[in-house]
T-cell receptor, first 113, second 112 residues
Framework: GQQLNQSPQSMFIQEGEDVSMNCTSS?????WLWYKQDPGEGPVLLIA?????ELTSNGRLTAQFGITRKDSFLNISASIPSDVGIYFC?????????????FGKGTLLTVNP | NAGVTQTPKFQVLKTGQSMTLQCAQD?????MYWYRQDPGMGLRLIYY???????DKGEVPNGYNVSRLNKREFSLRLESAAPSQTSVYFC???????????FGPGTRLTVL
């Protein structure tokens, strides 16, 4: 099956620093999604990317859909303590009516005030 | 709108017991999904329902059954719980013509 490699596994940064994380796939996806999960909660959608090369921002977050369709990255600028959590990438192929997601294993972000 | 709701929030079972995890969405979405999340494993798809009346296996369906009771509700049943099924279970839903899935708050299950 499809596999996603998400890196880094964890990051410890100081408040105010910028953060970058990425996902690479062994196969092509039609859509890339980035989710954030707070402790004890379900994943919340941050950014959705639909076209190769697409660059999309949501506040301090910026994500890009790689031109090869096999990778994506997420940047967080000027990190704040509430950015703490696990960030997941997810790739999707919209074959038929399935729209199933394949998830990366997550990046655990810790922000020191 | 409450979005996607799940009950119970926590559950402890003994090996061999059965239980049903409930999920409901009020967004009029056609598709619903069940995932499990284990440490270091990300989220893995157990079963999904593309529309009312249909269900299909995902990546890790063994030991589980599902029922799409109506458009709103999608339940996950463990007939004979095993310690390997200790996990956090998430339900998600997706509307027609959109690609994003929206998740519930999860059910934390421990099987002793």
């Amino acid at each position: 099956g499809q596999q996603l490699n998400q890196s880094p596994q964890s990051m410890f940064i100081q408040e105010g620093e910028d953060v970058s994380m990425n996902c690479t796939s062994s196969s092509i996806f039609n859509t890339w999604l980035w989710y954030k999960q707070d402790p004890g909660e379900g994943p919340v959608l941050l950014i959705a990317l639909y076209k190769a090369g697409e660059l999309t921002s949501n506040g301090r977050l910026t994500a890009q859909f790689g031109i090869t369709r096999k990778d994506s990255f997420l940047n967080i600028s000027a990190s704040i303590p509430s950015d703490v959590g696990i960030y997941f990438c997810a790739g999707q192929n919209s074959g038929g009516s399935n729209y199933k997601l394949t998830f990366g294993k997550g990046t655990l972000l810790t922000v020191n005030p | 709108n409450a979005g996607v709701t799940q009950t119970p929030k926590f559950q402890v079972l003994k090996t061999g017991q059965s239980m049903t995890l409930q999920c409901a969405q009020d967004m009029n979405h056609n598709s619903m999904y069940w995932y499990r999340q284990d440490p270091g494993m990300g989220l893995r798809l157990i079963y999904y329902s593309a529309s009312e009346g249909t269900t299909d296996k995902g990546e890790v369906p063994n030991g589980y059954n599902v029922s799409r009771l109506n458009k709103r509700e999608f339940s996950l049943r463990l007939e004979s719980a095993a310690p390997s099924q200790t996990s956090v279970y998430f339900c998600a839903s997706r509307g027609s013509g959109v690609r994003e899935q929206f998740f519930g708050p999860g059910t934390r299950l421990t099987v002793l």
